[in-house]
């Protein structure tokens, strides 16, 4: 294990979220030095038994909840909101990702808090943001996707969105709640104190939009869905190979466009001043997609990337995770980190972004329900044996 100092090293977080927004947001902070405690409920949180399930925990839990520290709490309960505003009184930073109210109902709110420990980063995360007409909207990834105009640009033409296979819109908002953690605590050490930081799912997705709101204002154009091209930048499209297999071509720079219609045989199109800069191009999509598409057909897919990457052309196949473990790349870069659970391995992967100098790292595997019980409840609140017996048998923690 490195012994390299984490940017986060002496932040405690606690994370009382469920399922994937709040809690991969402690695990990025873990990652990188955090002292997250993972507030579940007596039952733990209901990703433990989430697709593929070893021993009685998901392999996904066991990536999700590394490098935290697991005690039960049941909130519905006063004894357990009690305990959980003594933690906050410790902590750094909470991370809560409840329907905007539940902790204000519980007695738990920014405001209540804030008396208590003015210091502590209250992070929120909620489909629609904790304002506005839309704020007690039930807000899932899948839905917030489609209101942040997400979905609307995926897929083909006249077909129905397309939605990729993972919660995207819970991953996002994730990374955008770590950054938002990371500039308070910035924001702090200059002298300021603790703040709310509302992060909505719907939000965070709508900031991937690139130009889709300038290009509406100004020139009233509706991004439309592309299928497998991105629109006004060509060529840039997936082509199929006579192995079956496909390739990504990137070929929208003016002089990269001219490497890649000379290597597919076409000098015609490479040299035509019709298609020497992006417009031009767009106009004669049609005709160029169809040209590598020829191309591309008569070819294996490896002989496809290894004719373009010889003149610079970006190209690259379409992997699986299969397809990821076995490529040199991804184990030249530590992508997968080995961690072990009852003796046995597993590989997780490991969170980015790389830092040379302070990197982040898996410590342990998520962990049992309540498996740090004693040790968060008894030494840092100052609970003895008998406490935690009689908090067991009033069924406040497990």
């Not at 989430?50 to 935290?68: A, F, H, I």
């Not at 006063?78 to 909470?94: F, I, K, N, P, W």
């Not at 509706?222 to 082509?239: A, F, Q």
């Not at 290597?263 to 191009?281: H, T, V």
Request: glycine fraction near 12%.
């Amino acid at each position: 294990m490195s012994d390299k100092q984490r940017p986060l090293d002496g932040i405690r977080v606690i994370e009382v979220g469920q399922l994937l927004a709040g809690p991969f947001t402690g695990t990025i902070l873990a990652y990188f030095g955090a002292e997250v405690i993972k507030i579940e409920p007596p039952g733990g949180d209901p990703i433990r038994g989430w697709r593929e399930v070893r021993d009685g925990t998901s392999l996904w839990y066991r990536s999700l909840g590394r490098n935290k520290k697991s005690v039960t709490l049941d909130l519905k309960n006063e004894a357990g909101r009690d305990l959980l505003l003594r933690l906050l009184d410790t902590s750094d930073v909470l991370v809560e990702n409840f329907r905007p109210g539940a902790m204000e109902d519980w007695g738990l709110g920014p405001e209540t808090v804030k008396q208590r420990n003015p210091d502590l980063i209250y992070t929120r995360i909620s489909g629609y943001g904790q304002t506005g007409p839309y704020a007690d909207k039930p807000g899932y990834a899948s839905v917030t996707e489609g209101f942040a105009g997400f979905r609307y640009i995926n897929g083909e033409p006249g077909k129905p969105p397309v939605r990729p296979n993972i919660s995207m819109g819970d991953t996002i908002s994730a990374i955008h709640a770590a950054l938002g953690i990371a500039l308070a605590i910035i924001a702090r050490s200059k002298g300021g104190s603790g703040q709310v930081i509302d992060v909505a799912l719907y939000e965070s997705m709508f900031n991937l939009m690139e130009a889709i709101v300038p290009e509406y204002d100004g020139a009233g154009v509706v991004r439309e869905p592309s299928g497998t091209t991105v629109t006004g930048i060509v060529p840039t499209n997936t082509y199929r190979c006579d192995d079956g297999k496909y390739v990504v071509i990137g070929g929208n720079g003016d002089s990269i466009f001219k490497r890649l219609m000379q290597a597919a045989g076409r000098s015609d199109m490479a040299e035509n001043p019709a298609m020497a800069d992006n417009a031009g191009r767009v106009r004669h999509e049609a005709e160029i997609d169809a040209a590598l598409s020829d191309w591309c057909a008569v070819h294996s897919s490896a002989h496809v990337i290894n004719t373009l990457e010889a003149v610079r052309v970006p190209v690259g196949p379409i992997y699986s995770v299969e397809d990821m473990f076995a490529d040199p790349q991804y184990q030249a870069r530590g992508l997968f980190e080995q961690v072990e659970i009852d003796g046995k391995p597993l590989k997780i992967p490991a969170i980015l972004p790389r830092l040379e100098g302070t990197p982040g790292r898996t410590d342990w595997p998520g962990g049992d329900i309540g498996s740090h019980n004693t040790e968060v409840l008894s030494d840092l609140l100052g609970l003895s044996e008998s406490d935690l017996i009689e908090l067991r048998d009033r069924g406040v923690i497990r």
